[in-house]
T-cell receptor
Framework: DGGITQSPKYLFRKEGQNVTLSCEQN?????MYWYRQDPGQGLRLIYY???????QKGDIAEGYSVSREKKESFPLTVTSAQKNPTAFYLC??????????????FGSGTRLTVV | SQKIEQNSEALNIQEGKTATLTCNYT??????LQWYRQDPGRGPVFLLL?????KEKRKERLKVTFDTTLKQSLFHITASQPADSATYLC??????????FGQGTELSVKP
């Protein structure tokens, strides 16, 4: 079955620590995205990538970093510079940026908690 | 400023009734609008897409309308069932192909 796999499902971070969230897709999609979801708020875009070795900042990129070395993979690192990292993180993909007619496919999310 | 607003209060309805959820937006000119379903602790699942030149779209018990003059989309679930209970998100494209999401409306269908 094609889809997006996010891991781990739950992650705990200590103060001052960097953590990396994994996102892998086998849908052959060019575009991938990272969103953050907080209670009562819509999904907010952190970073997105249209193609391998290219990525762009979204609305709330500060304190985060990404890489896109392979088409299938788009890991997100939450750095110690992110002051309020506790949230539900969602990875998504789409055929190509701007292609109308298809929705995004989302992973099942990673819940990050600062301890 | 640009905003997408959905009913912030949960919608509670009786099984068999039609649920109607609202999505309003300001200062956007989207080419299309999408609706997603999200269950607790899970990622959103794509349901329907409607383009700016389409007034209405249907899929089984789901119906979406899109009024670009009112800047509003309505999402209807007819003959609702307890299994339809979830949070429903609207999303629109921000002219660059990226989706901007509303905060979602929680629907609860009681037997």
């Amino acid at each position: 079955d094609g889809g997006i796999t996010q891991s781990p499902k739950y992650l705990f971070r200590k103060e001052g620590q960097n953590v990396t969230l994994s996102c892998e897709q086998n849908l052959n999609h060019d575009a991938m995205y990272w969103y953050r979801q907080d209670p009562g708020q819509g999904l907010r875009l952190i970073y997105y990538s249209q193609i391998v070795n290219d990525f762009q900042k979204g609305d709330i990129a500060e304190g985060y970093s990404v890489s896109r070395e392979k088409k299938e993979s788009f890991p997100l690192t939450v750095t110690s510079a992110q002051k309020n990292p506790t949230a539900f993180y969602l990875c998504a993909s789409s055929i190509r940026l701007g292609v109308v007619g298809y929705g995004y496919t989302f992973g099942s999310g990673t819940r990050l908690t600062v301890v | 400023s640009q905003k997408i607003e959905q009913n912030s209060e949960a919608l509670n309805i009786q099984e068999g009734k039609t649920a109607t959820l609202t999505c309003n937006y300001t200062n956007y000119s989207p080419a299309y609008l999408q609706w997603y379903r999200q269950d607790p602790g899970r990622g959103p699942v794509f349901l329907l897409l409607i383009r700016e030149n389409e007034k209405e779209k249907r899929k089984e018990r789901l119906k979406v309308t899109f009024d670009t003059t009112l800047k509003q989309s309505l999402f209807h679930i007819t003959a609702s069932q307890p299994a339809d209970s979830a949070t429903y998100l609207c999303a629109l494209d921000n002219q660059g192909g990226k989706l901007i999401f509303g905060q979602g409306t929680e629907l609860s269908v009681k037997p």
